[in-house]
Every structure is written in C-alpha cells, then in structure tokens.
C-alpha cells in the first residue's frame, strides 16, 4: 500500500458505487493527503476482512446465548513499538519465555495472557463473556465495555461495513489487495 498512488487508491474506493463517498469519509481517502489515505486504505482492509468477521461471530454467538471470549490485543511489537500491536504479537506475548530482550510490559502482557488461556482451558471464564479483554498496550491490562471497545477499535466503521453491501465492498476490497500487479514486481 505504501507504494501505491492516492490516484489508485481511491479509484479503489470508487469501485465501491454507491458506498464510495461514505467509505473515503469514514477511512479519510483524501488525494490532497497522500498518508492519510494509504493508512485508510489499510485500516479499510482491516476493518473489513479481519475486525468485521470476528465481530459477526462474536454477534451470532451471543444472539443464541453462548459465552464468547473476546480479547483486543494492544501490546506494541516488542522489537518495533512504534509500529503499535501488529499480526500474530499475540503468539510472541502468549508463548513468551524465549527471548530475554522483551521487556517488561510485554513480559506482563504475556504472563497476563498466559493466565486468562490457563482458566479458560481448564473450564474457568477467562472474564466475563458480555465483555471484552484487553492486553496492553503498555503492560496494562482488564475487561473493557463497549465503550472501552469504540475507543480502542473503529468499530463506527465496522458498523457501516455490516451494513454496507458486500459485492460493492469486495470490489474495492480486490482492487486494494492487488496493490500493483505486474510482471517487474
């Protein structure tokens, strides 16, 4: 995404039709802002194929009365924090135990996951199912409300993409994913 243009990215968008302007509002596809618009194509992509379809089960699920354990993982990359918590920061914080140079948030962060997976394998609930768990950031730690969850997720966009239809989304969704497809790749 970083190398693409914000011509490409929000002819992306326009493959949206009618969700187009709503969806370069709420991701800030702005071509006079040219960072703006590449992290909101990310955030997008995001949102969309990672946030939404979690959020559904989560939904499903407790619509039929099923506990569900949900936790937001907030601890930064140990090795990169300025990039914030990235994919599979998780496995690192959870497994722990193998590298001495994480420090002292994430050690916490991991010894905290270690102990909620520990109750919920054994049968014990993790925190309560209505709620959500939060890890980190900063080794900090607990059960976060709905509130707690929109102040950490954009989850006002999660929302519109709910409700937004699907075959418009995934055609914006392709466009973006193929990023620059050509045979000097």
């Known amino acids: 995404m970083w190398s693409a243009d914000v011509d ?4 992306a ?8 302007d709503q969806l370069k509002s709420l991701y800030q596809i702005y071509l006079d802002r040219p960072s703006s618009c590449k992290i909101g194509a990310l955030d997008f992509i995001n949102d969309y194929k990672f946030v939404l379809p979690v959020e559904k089960l989560v939904q499903q699920w407790r619509a039929v009365r099923k506990p569900v354990f949900r936790c937001l993982i907030d601890e930064p990359n140990p090795w990169q924090p300025s990039n914030g918590a990235q994919h599979a920061v998780d496995l690192v914080l959870l497994f722990g135990g193998f590298d001495e140079s994480l420090s002292g948030a994430a050690r916490q962060t991991g010894k905290q996951m270690r102990e909620k997976w ?5 049968g014990k609930q993790p925190w309560h199912p209505n709620s959500y768990f939060s890890f980190g950031p900063h080794g900090l730690y607990g059960e976060v409300d709905q509130t707690g969850l929109r102040s950490r997720r954009r989850m006002e966009q999660v929302e519109y993409l709910g409700r937004a239809d699907p075959n418009l989304l995934d055609k914006a969704f392709s466009a973006l994913a193929a990023g620059k497809i050509s045979l000097l790749n």
Do not use: M, P, S
Request: proline share 0%; glycine share 12%; charged share 25%.
């Open 8 to 11: 490409a990215i929000a002819g």
């Open 13 to 20: 968008f326009d493959l949206a039709g009618e969700e187009r």
């Open 118 to 122: 520990i109750h919920f394998i054994n």
